[in-house]
Protein backbone atom coordinates (compact mmCIF):
# COMPACT_ATOMS: atom_id res chain seq x y z
CA UNK A 1 0.00 0.00 0.00
CA UNK A 2 1.34 3.39 -0.85
CA UNK A 3 0.24 6.24 1.53
CA UNK A 4 0.38 10.10 1.05
CA UNK A 5 -0.70 13.01 3.42
CA UNK A 6 -2.60 15.34 1.37
CA UNK A 7 -3.19 18.64 3.70
CA UNK A 8 -6.13 20.76 2.39
CA UNK A 9 -5.85 24.31 2.70
CA UNK A 10 -8.87 26.78 1.60
CA UNK A 11 -6.69 28.55 -0.64
CA UNK A 12 -6.05 32.53 -1.35
CA UNK A 13 -5.61 35.38 -4.12
CA UNK A 14 -2.98 36.68 -1.85
CA UNK A 15 0.67 35.60 -3.00
CA UNK A 16 1.96 36.57 -0.15
CA UNK A 17 -0.35 34.12 1.66
CA UNK A 18 0.20 31.30 -0.84
CA UNK A 19 3.73 31.59 -0.56
CA UNK A 20 3.56 31.05 3.72
CA UNK A 21 1.12 27.97 3.20
CA UNK A 22 3.99 26.52 0.97
CA UNK A 23 6.63 27.45 3.83
CA UNK A 24 4.55 25.50 6.30
CA UNK A 25 3.94 22.56 4.20
CA UNK A 26 7.61 22.31 3.75
CA UNK A 27 8.21 22.56 7.46
CA UNK A 28 5.20 19.41 7.48
CA UNK A 29 7.57 17.38 5.00
CA UNK A 30 10.71 17.96 6.85
CA UNK A 31 9.38 16.89 9.94
CA UNK A 32 9.03 13.31 8.36
CA UNK A 33 10.87 13.24 4.85
CA UNK A 34 10.21 9.43 4.90
CA UNK A 35 6.47 10.03 4.45
CA UNK A 36 4.80 11.97 0.89
CA UNK A 37 2.88 15.42 1.50
CA UNK A 38 0.88 17.14 -1.12
CA UNK A 39 -1.43 20.06 -0.60
CA UNK A 40 -4.46 20.87 -2.32
CA UNK A 41 -6.77 23.77 -1.90
CA UNK A 42 -10.85 23.97 -2.35
CA UNK A 43 -10.27 27.21 -4.45
CA UNK A 44 -8.63 30.48 -5.44
CA UNK A 45 -4.86 28.68 -5.53
CA UNK A 46 -3.95 25.85 -7.56
CA UNK A 47 -3.29 22.90 -6.72
CA UNK A 48 -7.19 22.21 -6.93
CA UNK A 49 -7.72 19.06 -5.05
CA UNK A 50 -8.65 16.89 -8.16
CA UNK A 51 -5.40 17.40 -9.77
CA UNK A 52 -3.40 16.83 -6.45
CA UNK A 53 -5.14 13.53 -6.36
CA UNK A 54 -4.90 12.39 -9.93
CA UNK A 55 -1.27 12.90 -9.99
CA UNK A 56 -0.96 10.59 -6.63
CA UNK A 57 -3.33 7.77 -8.54
CA UNK A 58 -0.91 8.33 -11.44
CA UNK A 59 1.96 7.68 -9.27
CA UNK A 60 0.42 4.50 -7.64
CA UNK A 61 -1.00 6.16 -4.23
CA UNK A 62 -4.04 4.04 -3.01
CA UNK A 63 -4.32 5.43 0.81
CA UNK A 64 -4.43 9.36 1.52
CA UNK A 65 -4.71 10.77 4.75
CA UNK A 66 -6.30 14.25 4.54
CA UNK A 67 -5.43 16.87 7.09
CA UNK A 68 -8.20 20.12 6.47
CA UNK A 69 -5.22 22.96 7.43
CA UNK A 70 -8.18 25.12 9.26
CA UNK A 71 -8.38 26.05 12.66
CA UNK A 72 -11.54 25.87 13.77
CA UNK A 73 -14.48 23.26 12.41
CA UNK A 74 -16.68 24.95 10.08
CA UNK A 75 -18.29 24.85 6.81
CA UNK A 76 -15.40 23.88 4.66
CA UNK A 77 -13.93 20.94 7.17
CA UNK A 78 -17.69 19.58 7.99
CA UNK A 79 -19.03 19.66 4.64
CA UNK A 80 -16.91 20.97 1.66
CA UNK A 81 -13.69 18.73 1.98
CA UNK A 82 -15.87 15.54 2.76
CA UNK A 83 -17.43 16.57 -0.28
CA UNK A 84 -14.95 16.80 -2.41
CA UNK A 85 -12.99 13.48 -1.67
CA UNK A 86 -16.50 11.78 -2.06
CA UNK A 87 -16.05 12.98 -5.60
CA UNK A 88 -12.76 11.75 -5.78
CA UNK A 89 -13.87 8.62 -3.91
CA UNK A 90 -16.13 7.82 -7.25
CA UNK A 91 -13.80 8.91 -9.80
CA UNK A 92 -10.88 6.95 -7.95
CA UNK A 93 -13.07 3.90 -6.22
CA UNK A 94 -9.97 1.54 -5.58
CA UNK A 95 -8.56 5.08 -3.46
CA UNK A 96 -9.19 5.24 0.62
CA UNK A 97 -9.39 8.69 2.24
CA UNK A 98 -8.74 8.88 6.21
CA UNK A 99 -10.07 12.18 7.15
CA UNK A 100 -8.58 14.11 10.05
CA UNK A 101 -9.84 16.50 12.32
CA UNK A 102 -9.01 20.17 11.70
CA UNK A 103 -6.50 21.78 13.74
CA UNK A 104 -9.06 22.42 16.37
CA UNK A 105 -8.70 24.78 20.24
CA UNK A 106 -5.09 23.26 21.24
CA UNK A 107 -2.98 24.45 24.26
CA UNK A 108 -0.05 25.28 21.66
CA UNK A 109 -2.22 27.65 19.29
CA UNK A 110 -3.30 29.26 22.77
CA UNK A 111 0.34 29.32 23.59
CA UNK A 112 1.38 30.62 19.94
CA UNK A 113 -1.29 33.36 20.29
CA UNK A 114 0.16 34.06 23.90
CA UNK A 115 3.35 34.79 22.36
CA UNK A 116 2.53 37.05 19.37
CA UNK A 117 0.35 39.40 21.97
CA UNK A 118 3.15 39.94 24.07
CA UNK A 119 5.62 40.83 21.08
CA UNK A 120 4.02 43.38 20.33
CA UNK A 121 2.98 45.01 24.06
CA UNK A 122 6.20 46.31 26.31
CA UNK A 123 6.65 44.18 29.39
CA UNK A 124 4.93 45.57 32.50
CA UNK A 125 1.94 46.42 29.81
CA UNK A 126 -0.01 43.09 29.94
CA UNK A 127 -2.45 44.31 32.87
CA UNK A 128 -4.08 47.20 30.95
CA UNK A 129 -3.98 46.13 27.52
CA UNK A 130 -6.81 44.42 25.94
CA UNK A 131 -7.04 41.50 23.18
CA UNK A 132 -8.63 41.83 20.44
CA UNK A 133 -8.71 38.06 19.01
CA UNK A 134 -10.08 38.52 15.31
CA UNK A 135 -11.66 35.42 13.96
CA UNK A 136 -12.69 34.95 9.81
CA UNK A 137 -16.42 34.82 11.29
CA UNK A 138 -18.07 31.51 9.69
CA UNK A 139 -22.23 30.84 9.54
CA UNK A 140 -21.82 28.00 11.93
CA UNK A 141 -22.29 28.87 15.59
CA UNK A 142 -20.00 25.60 16.92
CA UNK A 143 -17.08 27.35 15.29
CA UNK A 144 -17.75 30.48 16.29
CA UNK A 145 -18.21 29.27 19.79
CA UNK A 146 -14.59 27.95 19.35
CA UNK A 147 -13.14 30.90 18.70
CA UNK A 148 -15.22 32.06 21.97
CA UNK A 149 -12.78 29.68 23.69
CA UNK A 150 -9.86 30.25 22.43
CA UNK A 151 -10.10 33.50 23.86
CA UNK A 152 -11.15 32.42 27.08
CA UNK A 153 -8.40 30.04 27.24
CA UNK A 154 -6.15 33.01 26.02
CA UNK A 155 -7.20 34.96 29.24
CA UNK A 156 -7.31 32.50 31.92
CA UNK A 157 -4.25 32.18 34.05
CA UNK A 158 -2.79 35.16 32.09
CA UNK A 159 -2.51 38.92 33.27
CA UNK A 160 -4.31 40.14 30.02
CA UNK A 161 -6.78 42.83 30.84
CA UNK A 162 -9.47 41.45 29.09
CA UNK A 163 -9.98 39.35 25.90
CA UNK A 164 -13.20 39.68 23.63
CA UNK A 165 -13.18 37.86 20.28
CA UNK A 166 -14.60 39.24 17.10
CA UNK A 167 -14.83 38.52 13.68
CA UNK A 168 -13.96 40.12 10.18
CA UNK A 169 -16.87 38.53 8.17
CA UNK A 170 -19.94 36.63 8.68
CA UNK A 171 -20.57 36.96 12.22
CA UNK A 172 -20.83 39.34 15.13
CA UNK A 173 -18.91 41.19 16.97
CA UNK A 174 -17.10 43.25 13.95
CA UNK A 175 -13.78 44.35 14.53
CA UNK A 176 -14.87 47.87 15.33
CA UNK A 177 -17.53 46.56 17.76
CA UNK A 178 -14.80 44.12 19.28
CA UNK A 179 -12.60 47.17 19.82
CA UNK A 180 -15.46 49.45 21.79
CA UNK A 181 -16.05 46.63 23.86
CA UNK A 182 -12.43 46.33 25.19
CA UNK A 183 -12.68 50.53 25.50
CA UNK A 184 -16.18 49.81 27.32
CA UNK A 185 -14.34 47.05 29.86
CA UNK A 186 -11.10 49.59 30.59
CA UNK A 187 -8.46 48.11 28.78
CA UNK A 188 -6.22 51.45 28.25
CA UNK A 189 -4.51 49.54 25.13
CA UNK A 190 -5.80 47.17 22.55
CA UNK A 191 -3.93 44.24 20.67
CA UNK A 192 -5.72 43.00 17.77
CA UNK A 193 -4.68 39.59 17.11
CA UNK A 194 -5.93 37.87 13.82
CA UNK A 195 -6.74 34.42 14.63
CA UNK A 196 -5.41 32.90 11.22
CA UNK A 197 -2.90 30.95 9.74
CA UNK A 198 -1.69 33.27 6.90
CA UNK A 199 -2.57 36.83 5.48
CA UNK A 200 -4.29 37.17 3.07
CA UNK A 201 -7.34 39.77 2.09
CA UNK A 202 -9.67 39.55 4.96
CA UNK A 203 -6.34 39.56 7.28
CA UNK A 204 -5.10 42.56 5.78
CA UNK A 205 -8.93 44.05 6.36
CA UNK A 206 -8.34 43.54 9.80
CA UNK A 207 -5.84 45.46 10.24
CA UNK A 208 -7.15 48.55 8.29
CA UNK A 209 -10.51 47.99 10.63
CA UNK A 210 -8.70 48.80 13.43
CA UNK A 211 -6.77 51.19 12.43
CA UNK A 212 -9.60 53.37 11.22
CA UNK A 213 -11.31 52.95 14.45
CA UNK A 214 -7.96 53.86 16.08
CA UNK A 215 -8.60 57.48 14.15
CA UNK A 216 -12.12 58.06 15.68
CA UNK A 217 -11.04 56.62 19.39
CA UNK A 218 -7.37 58.23 20.04
CA UNK A 219 -7.65 57.62 24.14
CA UNK A 220 -6.91 54.04 23.57
CA UNK A 221 -3.65 52.96 22.19
CA UNK A 222 -3.96 50.17 19.10
CA UNK A 223 -1.35 47.58 18.11
CA UNK A 224 -1.33 44.53 16.04
CA UNK A 225 -0.08 41.05 16.80
CA UNK A 226 0.90 38.72 14.38
CA UNK A 227 -1.28 36.04 12.97
CA UNK A 228 0.32 32.54 13.25
CA UNK A 229 2.28 32.44 9.84
CA UNK A 230 3.93 29.00 8.94
CA UNK A 231 5.72 28.15 12.57
CA UNK A 232 6.96 24.82 13.69
CA UNK A 233 3.84 24.79 16.42
CA UNK A 234 1.21 24.40 13.13
CA UNK A 235 3.66 22.29 11.59
CA UNK A 236 3.37 19.33 14.34
CA UNK A 237 -0.11 19.88 14.84
CA UNK A 238 -0.57 18.56 11.62
CA UNK A 239 1.01 15.79 12.23
CA UNK A 240 -0.55 14.96 15.33
CA UNK A 241 -4.25 15.30 13.52
CA UNK A 242 -2.52 13.06 10.85
CA UNK A 243 -1.25 10.81 13.29
CA UNK A 244 -4.75 10.67 15.15
CA UNK A 245 -6.64 10.12 11.67
CA UNK A 246 -4.36 7.28 11.08
CA UNK A 247 -4.94 5.50 14.47
CA UNK A 248 -8.45 6.01 13.87
CA UNK A 249 -8.82 8.66 16.45
CA UNK A 250 -10.31 11.35 14.64
CA UNK A 251 -13.26 12.61 16.31
CA UNK A 252 -16.12 15.70 15.39
CA UNK A 253 -17.58 17.62 18.02
CA UNK A 254 -21.32 16.56 17.10
CA UNK A 255 -23.09 17.75 20.46
CA UNK A 256 -23.57 21.07 18.87
CA UNK A 257 -22.87 20.75 15.43
CA UNK A 258 -25.99 22.39 13.11
CA UNK A 259 -26.19 19.46 11.24
CA UNK A 260 -27.08 17.32 13.93
CA UNK A 261 -28.32 19.56 17.18
CA UNK A 262 -31.24 22.14 16.54
CA UNK A 263 -29.51 25.20 17.11
CA UNK A 264 -31.68 28.26 17.58
CA UNK A 265 -32.15 30.21 14.26
CA UNK A 266 -30.34 27.10 12.36
CA UNK A 267 -32.98 24.60 12.69
CA UNK A 268 -33.27 24.01 9.21
CA UNK A 269 -29.63 22.75 8.47
CA UNK A 270 -30.06 19.42 10.89
CA UNK A 271 -30.00 16.30 8.32
CA UNK A 272 -29.03 18.94 5.45
CA UNK A 273 -27.38 17.55 2.54
CA UNK A 274 -23.75 18.41 1.68
CA UNK A 275 -23.01 19.71 -1.32
CA UNK A 276 -19.47 20.50 -3.22
CA UNK A 277 -17.93 23.62 -2.91
CA UNK A 278 -17.59 25.55 -6.09
CA UNK A 279 -14.21 25.21 -7.34
CA UNK A 280 -12.70 28.17 -9.49
CA UNK A 281 -9.44 26.57 -10.50
CA UNK A 282 -11.09 23.15 -11.41
CA UNK A 283 -13.12 21.95 -14.04
CA UNK A 284 -16.26 24.02 -13.92
CA UNK A 285 -18.76 20.86 -14.31
CA UNK A 286 -17.32 19.32 -11.10
CA UNK A 287 -17.87 22.41 -9.10
CA UNK A 288 -21.81 22.79 -10.67
CA UNK A 289 -22.34 19.20 -10.56
CA UNK A 290 -23.42 18.79 -6.92
CA UNK A 291 -23.32 15.70 -5.34
CA UNK A 292 -25.48 15.24 -2.59
CA UNK A 293 -25.47 13.37 0.48
CA UNK A 294 -26.14 13.11 4.23
CA UNK A 295 -24.15 14.73 7.00
CA UNK A 296 -23.74 11.20 8.39
CA UNK A 297 -20.71 11.10 5.12
CA UNK A 298 -18.70 14.04 6.84
CA UNK A 299 -19.21 12.52 10.33
CA UNK A 300 -18.25 9.43 8.85
CA UNK A 301 -14.88 11.18 8.19
CA UNK A 302 -14.45 12.97 11.41
CA UNK A 303 -15.20 16.13 10.54
Not at 19 to 45: I, Q, W
Not at 103 to 112: H, I, K, N, S, T
Not at 125 to 140: F, H, M, N, P
Not at 241 to 249: C, H, L, Q, S, Y
Amino acid sequence: MSHMVMIVGHGTVDEEGQAECHKLVEAVRAARPDVRVETGFLELCPPPITDTVAQAVADGVDHITVVPLMLLGAGHSKGDIPAALELQQRQHPGLKFTYASPLGVRPELVEAVDERVAAAVPEGEREQTGVALIGRGTTDPDANADLAKVARLLWEGRSWHEVQAGFVSLADPSVPATLDRLRALGSKKIAVTPYFLFTGVLERRIRAQANEWAESNPDVEVVHAEYFGPAETVARLVWTRADEAMKGEAHANCDTCLYRAKLPGFEDKVGAPQTLHFHPDDDHTHGHHHHDHGHSHSHSHGH
